[in-house]
């Protein structure tokens, strides 16, 4: 059992604010990480996966940078919008197989 | 494509009952998972299949087993449900020829599984 570390649990910010989460993992036996993003009663869809030391990713307002050195990810969202609340879970990957997940940032982005 | 799909959605049991999840995907995947979802933790990996006839425990296995007998399906069996496999519980599915090992993992919608 490998321990991930999300923060904060959760985050209220206005509409037009950006904000940034962590993720940190163990920095031994890197494999990938991913971060998903979970809307409530529905499944987690996939924003990143990243294998290397200093990747950076991005989608649209969303972006994400990878250390793996020191054992952490963090994911920005640039200009919040409403449509952005959602739990964002990031999944670490020790192996081909298994992904051991976060607990998750909430985030509830305010009209 | 419908994606990864799940049976039943939710589903209430007595103490001892024994039920089946069914998990189906259409995307050709060789890997597929199944996981568990309890307030205030992770997703945790019961079991995991790497293609079909395969099946390996994952970090919380006990009081399930699982069968993979043809690839597009994943089934995960409670023998004697407790109320401590009241849950949701997902399936997922990765790995075609096109993706590698560590790619995205595309989950179902979930059931929601009460035992009383």
Redesign the interface.
């Known amino acids: 059992i490998l321990n991930v570390e999300q923060s904060p649990q959760s985050l209220h910010v206005q509409e037009g604010d950006s904000t940034n989460f962590t993720c940190s993992f163990p920095s031994s036996n890197f494999y990938a990480l991913h971060w998903y993003r979970w809307e409530t009663a529905k499944s987690p869809e996939a924003l990143f996966v990243m294998t290397l030391n200093g990747d950076e990713k991005k989608k649209g307002r969303i972006s994400a940078t990878l250390n793996t050195k020191e054992g952490y990810s963090y994911l920005y969202i640039k200009g919040s919008q409403p449509e952005d609340s959602a739990t964002y879970l990031c999944a670490f990957m020790a192996g081909a197989n298994n992904l051991f997940f976060g607990t998750g940032t909430r985030l509830t982005v305010i009209p | 494509n419908a994606g990864?799909t799940q049976t039943p959605k939710f589903r209430v049991l007595k103490t001892g009952q024994s039920m089946t999840l069914l998990c189906a995907q259409d995307m050709n995947h060789e890997?597929m998972?199944w996981?568990r979802q309890d307030p205030?933790?992770?997703?945790?990996?019961i079991h995991?299949s790497?293609g079909e006839g395969t099946t390996?425990k994952?970090?919380v296995p006990d009081g399930y087993n699982v069968s993979r007998l043809k690839k597009q399906n994943f089934l995960l069996g409670l023998e004697s449900a407790a109320p401590s496999q009241t849950s949701v519980y997902?399936c997922a599915s990765s790995y075609d020829d096109s993706l590698a090992?560590?790619?995205?993992?595309?989950?179902?919608?979930?059931t929601r599984l009460t035992v009383l």
């Open positions: 990864v890997y998972y996981y205030g933790m992770g997703l945790r990996l995991y790497v390996a994952g970090e997902f090992a560590w790619d995205t993992q595309y989950f179902g919608p979930g």
